[in-house]
């Protein structure tokens, strides 16, 4: 297959074009900098190519020829105000009228668990306008909404790992949102369900919930990474207010660690009853491949790591 890719460079990108690659499948990622997705250019057949996803000319110039498009386009904060709407519902329209114009009738699309119209949260509200104008499209399109995705090079449990290491001998960890409910879904899973969708029709018009096979606190999460790490300190979950006031405080930092608008996210139990989609294989438990990239057991990913130096060659 020809394929279009939206967002390939980044995690969960990376991962499916791995896999697309691995079945000889011809990939097209946009980037707007070619450098960020270095780490796929030792795949044969992946090109990456400088652009602006949010210009439509470039997006039907690249989708001409095209079997599908994937777009995985999302983002957890933005920078300011409608930031949201423009990386998940205004990119989303484009793609698909991309599409339409190119005439590519396959599309596939990464939502998030918990999207919602009625969400607390802008982050959730603007994943749902996204699905409902995918819905209305008229293409044949598949839905995919994880929980938080994890695997090596997440930005989850790889930072939470990594405050623990910064965090003083014997000194309390401050945890926000400690009772925030996930159900963790590793990153290969995410891929395998992507790229088997492509040319199963019973997937047209369906949306599926990826989540892992146990759910778990957040506290439980960071108590689970300082077993790894071999740490130990007592976790003091912050009230709902301390948290609230610590993220309007936090999200003026460059990184944004925590915003008003993720405590709203996280006040919505990002789990599901859906099982894991049986054209996908079985869901990875969390603790077969946490520590093969965190703590005192992790290992060293080969592959992972050829590509990384190819890519400071380049």
């Keep these: 297959m020809n394929l279009l890719i939206l967002g390939g460079s980044g995690f969960v990108g990376t991962a499916i074009c791995n896999k697309l690659a691995a079945l000889n499948h011809n990939v097209t990622v946009i980037t707007r900098k070619r450098d ?10 992946v090109t990456v190519v400088e652009g602006d996803a949010f210009d439509r000319a470039t997006l039907v ?3 001409k020829g095209k079997d599908a498009l994937i777009n995985l386009v999302g983002i957890l904060n933005e920078k300011k105000r409608g930031g949201f709407n423009r990386a998940h519902v205004e990119l989303t329209e484009l793609a698909l009228a991309a599409c339409k114009d190119a005439g590519v009738s396959r599309y596939l699309h990464m939502s998030a668990l918990g999207a919602s119209e ?3 949260s802008e982050y959730l509200k ?6 409902a104008v995918v819905r209305a499209s008229g293409l044949d399109a598949t839905i995919f909404a994880p929980s938080v995705v994890f695997g090596r090079g997440d930005s989850f449990l790889t930072r939470f790992a990594n405050l ?4 003083p001998p014997f000194a309390p960890f401050a945890l926000p949102g400690s009772s925030a409910m996930f159900q963790p879904v590793w990153v290969e899973d995410v891929a395998s369900a992507f790229v088997a969708s492509l040319t199963l029709k019973s997937t047209i018009g ?3 919930e990826l989540v892992g096979p146990q759910r778990y606190s957040l506290g439980d999460l960071v108590r689970y990474v300082m077993t790894l790490k071999n740490d130990r300190h007592i976790i003091i ?25 993720n405590v709203k996210s996280m006040s919505v139990a990002n789990v599901s009853d859906a099982p894991f989609p049986a054209f996908a294989g079985k869901a990875t438990p969390l603790e077969q491949i946490a520590p093969s990239y965190i703590g005192t057991a992790a290992v060293v990913d080969t592959h992972a790591d050829a590509r990384r130096k190819a890519g400071d060659r380049q």
């Design 36 to 45: 960020n997705a270095r780490a796929l250019f030792m795949l044969p057949t």
């Design 61 to 63: 110039r690249y989708a």
């Design 118 to 120: 009625n969400a607390p």
């Design 126 to 131: 603007s994943k749902a306008k996204a699905e």
């Design 164 to 167: 623990v290491a910064l965090t």
């Design 206 to 208: 369906q949306r599926y």
């Design 237 to 261: 979950g912050l009230p709902g207010f301390v948290t609230s006031l610590l993220a309007g405080v936090m999200q003026f930092v460059p990184t944004q660690p925590l915003t008003p608008d």
